[in-house]
């Protein structure tokens, strides 16, 4: 069955920006929406966006401002970018598929998360 | 945005009794609304779909329901395995957001 699997440094410097990549196996990124979410320490779940395999993307307006995701069909991989970081920042970042069910979205597979710190 | 607000923040069952836990959208959401499990470190699990809808592989014990601005998980005999907190998520005009969270211990 597909699975994800997040990768990216575990720490980075406040103003800095943040990469992050998704790599989508057992299955084809194509034709599914993808989506970044964030779990800061003790606290919930954050949505950052989605992008389509075609490449069209939908951010949360909290965070848009500073927030690139991109894919990689040829590679089976989407990305996450978010700059100018702050301790706020610093959370689990997980990525998700958009699975189209009976005529509803909802995030049915999920990577195991990676902890991003952000330090100096 | 839409927010949603879940309680009770927290819920003290015993193994075997019912667990009901709700969710209010600061509007209709129009069943847009999912449920997911989560375990200390795990990524969240999904239950439900479409209010009401069970994913695969979820136990016929959990049940979502409710309709417009306000939704609820029922599980009906809590497992131990059932102790973990839930999130509600709705999404609307492609924009998604969670609820704080309701955790589910033992009594």
């Known amino acids: 069955q597909v699975q994800l699997q997040e990768s990216g440094p575990g720490l980075v410097k406040p103003s800095e920006t943040l990469s992050l990549t998704c790599t989508v196996s057992?299955?084809?990124?194509?034709?599914?929406?993808w989506s970044w979410i964030r779990q800061s320490p003790g606290k919930g779940l954050e949505w950052i966006g989605y992008?389509?395999?075609?490449?069209?993307?939908n951010y949360n307006p909290s965070l848009k401002s500073r927030v690139t995701i991109s894919v990689d069909t040829s590679k089976n991989q989407f990305s996450l970018k978010l700059s100018s970081l702050t301790a706020a920042d610093t959370a689990v970042y997980y990525c998700?598929?958009?699975?189209?069910?009976?005529?509803?979205?909802?995030?049915?597979?999920w990577g195991q998360g990676t902890t991003v710190t952000v330090s100096s | 945005e839409i927010v949603m607000t879940q309680f009770p923040g927290t819920v003290s069952v015993s193994p075997g009794e019912r667990a009901t836990l709700s969710c209010r959208a600061s509007?209709?959401?129009?069943?847009?609304l999912a449920w997911y499990q989560q375990k200390p470190g795990q990524p969240p699990r999904l239950l439900i779909y479409g209010a009401s809808n069970r994913a695969t592989g979820i136990p016929a014990r959990f049940s979502g329901g409710g309709s417009g601005a306000e939704y609820t998980l029922t599980i009906s005999s809590l497992q131990s395995e059932d102790f973990a907190v839930y999130y509600c998520q709705q999404y609307d005009d492609w924009l998604w957001t969670f609820g704080q969270g309701t955790k589910v211990e033992m009594k």
């Open positions: 992008i389509y395999y075609s490449g069209s993307t």
């Open positions: 509007q209709r959401i129009s069943s847009n």
């Open positions: 998700a598929r958009l699975e189209w069910l009976n005529y509803y979205y909802a995030m049915d597979v």
């Open positions: 057992g299955g084809s990124i194509s034709y599914y929406y």
